[in-house]
């Protein structure tokens, strides 16, 4: 079983770059089984896709957040990140990293999320 | 842009049946996925692909999709289904794409 644990700031300025990452343990991120996926939740709202990274590198993007966004893995660390850039109030949320067994799959299982702040 | 249009809210009694609905465009020719959340929590899957279960959820669970609308049934309601709803699918202009989520009260 996939376990996934995110860890970064909690406070990023705005203007500033948010960097996020996501340890995974029971799986290698360079074994091929998953697309390495970051979700979004603004407090008291629904759920955003951000992205994915599949296969060491081979990336997938939210349409509205393609200018801002990387996404990689660590092949020597076993983990991926997410980089979010000119962020603003509206990028304040619980960040979740989590696993999809292709790009047109559900989500599953998911890490337990991270609040990120960025003041207005 | 796709767009998956939900409830903000849905109501029901202890033992009664809950409908929560997941509108979208020709949304029968997609798989439609429904995750619960509680409070602080992360979601975690109930339905995939229109009306499968994921092994631990329980039969009183189940999906359908028709049409425009996908609806999640929970049936003989129990207090600890009270939590968030949200549906998602796949779409190819935009991505993976999740409804707006439903709250699901239990009187």
């Known amino acids: 079983q996939v376990h996934l644990q995110e860890s970064g700031p909690g406070l990023v300025k705005p203007s500033g770059t948010l960097t996020l990452t996501c340890s995974v343990s029971?799986?290698?991120?360079?074994?091929?089984?998953?697309?390495w996926s970051w979700i979004r939740q603004p407090p008291g709202k629904g759920l955003e896709w951000i992205g994915y990274?599949?296969?060491?590198?081979?990336?997938n993007y939210n349409p509205s957040l393609t200018s801002r966004l990387t996404i990689s893995v660590d092949t020597s660390n076993n983990l991926f990140s997410l980089r979010l850039s000119s962020v603003t109030a509206a990028d304040t949320g619980v960040y979740y990293c989590?696993?999809?067994?292709?790009?047109?799959?559900?989500?599953?299982?998911w890490g337990q999320g991270i609040l990120v702040t960025v003041p207005s | 842009s796709y767009v998956l249009t939900q409830p903000p809210s849905v109501s029901v009694a202890p033992g009664k049946t809950a409908r929560i609905t997941c509108g979208g465009n020709n949304i029968r020719s997609k798989n439609v996925h429904w995750y619960q959340q509680k409070p602080g929590q992360a979601p975690v899957l109930v339905i995939n692909?229109?009306?499968e279960r994921p092994s631990g959820i329980p039969e009183r669970i189940s999906g359908s999709n028709s049409g425009n609308t996908a609806t999640l049934t929970i049936d003989r309601v129990e207090a600890g289904d009270e939590a968030d709803y949200h549906c998602?699918?796949?779409?190819?202009?935009?991505?993976?794409?999740f409804g707006g989520g439903t709250k699901l009260t239990v009187l």
């Open positions: 029971g799986d290698s991120v360079s074994s091929g089984r998953y697309y």
């Open positions: 989590a696993t999809a067994y292709s790009s047109l799959s559900w989500f599953g299982p």
């Open positions: 998602q699918v796949w779409d190819g202009s935009s991505g993976q794409v």
């Open positions: 990274v599949y296969d060491s590198g081979i990336t």
């Open positions: 692909d229109d009306s």
